[in-house]
């Protein structure tokens, strides 16, 4: 028996929260069979694990540390007899409609090594004397974040600075680190024009500065314990030349926002954010000194961009899929897992977008 699910009014596979999903239920059947029901279910949920060793060798111990939300769980029946007598299924094909009206406030769907936040459909295949045969098909929910509707603060330019003494540069001459972005709130496929001043007064010489967009992920355990951990994940870096001791270079710098998730932060599992991190690369046993500037990405770019005269011809999003950063399979139950797709706009070049 093959069972397959289309998705009637969305054939992307993509919903936002409060849309309805309706779907089509196709099993094509070799041989006539008997069984119970024909079962559909609408599952939606975030889940972490991650390990922890506590204690002092050689009596090391290993915590599994879990956290995990639902947010759909729904069950339709597609077939049953209405006695509770088994139902024969014909050979050929047998087509079923289901639909749903998903909860308006689920967050966007997300997958890391340990962790995500999924959508599926399942469909059971109940039977009595053999094992039930289960047909998952997941789905991608994305919440909106419209830039327009967070905040002016992301329409400004955002300036950071560090200055920097050596351990051993035994001068009271510092390396002053400044690095700037027009505004702050961004969508994938738009560029991040970067603002680097370097004034190296010191005698360490800094072999080159990486400038790269940082995913952060937070997650929170619920059992054993509530904790948080928190992983790092590199989307894209460029550097710079070098700045030898006791001198200043200037910089500008673009970096590609690739397919990603938007913020996320109304689940409590799993958070999503991101940063801008600039790290002056130096030699020896010196801490590089860094900045971090906070960047949110959102699934709608600032009006004013698209009203401009570059961008009036702006196409519509196209959804890829996100990038592959580990292999896919969810190392906290082994399940296969798809890389959800996002929105991504095709831009000429940016603007900064008025106030």
Request: charged letters at 25%; proline letters at 7%; a neutral charge.
């Amino acid at each position: 028996m093959d069972c397959d699910v289309k998705f009637l009014n969305n054939a992307e596979e993509f919903y936002e929260p409060g849309q309805n999903v309706k779907i089509r239920v196709t099993l094509n059947v070799a041989k006539p069979e008997k069984i119970n029901k024909i079962i559909c279910m609408f599952h939606g949920y975030a889940k972490c694990k991650w390990y922890e060793e506590r204690g002092v060798s050689p009596n090391v111990y290993i915590d599994v540390l879990r956290g995990r939300e639902s947010y759909v769980d729904e069950t339709f029946c597609l077939l049953s007899d209405s006695d509770g007598k088994q139902v024969e299924l014909t050979t050929g094909e047998h087509n079923f409609d289901a639909s749903y009206d998903l909860p308006s406030n689920i967050p966007t769907s997300f997958w890391c090594r340990n962790g995500q936040i999924k959508y599926k459909v399942r469909i059971v295949v109940d039977r009595s004397w053999k094992m039930n045969s289960n047909y998952d098909f997941p789905f991608t929910v994305i919440q909106p974040l419209n830039l327009n509707s967070e905040g002016l603060s992301l329409r400004h330019p955002i300036k950071e600075e560090k200055a920097k003494n050596f351990m051993l540069d035994f001068t009271s001459e510092k390396l002053y680190m400044s690095a700037s972005i027009p505004f702050s709130g961004y969508v994938p496929g738009q560029s991040i024009n970067v603002f680097l001043e370097v004034n190296n007064q010191s005698k360490t010489h800094v072999k080159e500065v990486k400038i790269s967009l940082k995913k952060i992920v937070l997650m929170n355990s619920r059992k054993p314990k509530r904790n948080t951990k928190e992983l790092v994940f590199s989307e894209g870096k460029v550097l710079t030349d070098s700045i030898p001791a006791q001198t200043s270079r200037s910089f500008e710098r673009r970096i590609i926002v690739p397919s990603l998730p938007p913020n996320i932060t109304n689940c409590e599992t799993i958070k999503v954010l991101y940063q801008l991190r600039i790290k002056a690369m130096t030699s020896g046993f010196n801490r590089c000194p860094k900045i971090k500037i906070p960047i949110t990405i959102g699934t709608v770019p600032f009006s004013n961009i698209l009203a401009s005269p570059s961008y009036m011809k702006l196409p519509p999003p196209t959804y890829e899929e996100a990038l592959l950063e580990e292999s896919l399979v969810d190392s906290s139950d082994g399940e296969n897992t798809d890389q959800p797709n996002y929105p991504v706009f095709t831009f000429d070049n940016d603007q900064r977008p008025t106030t």
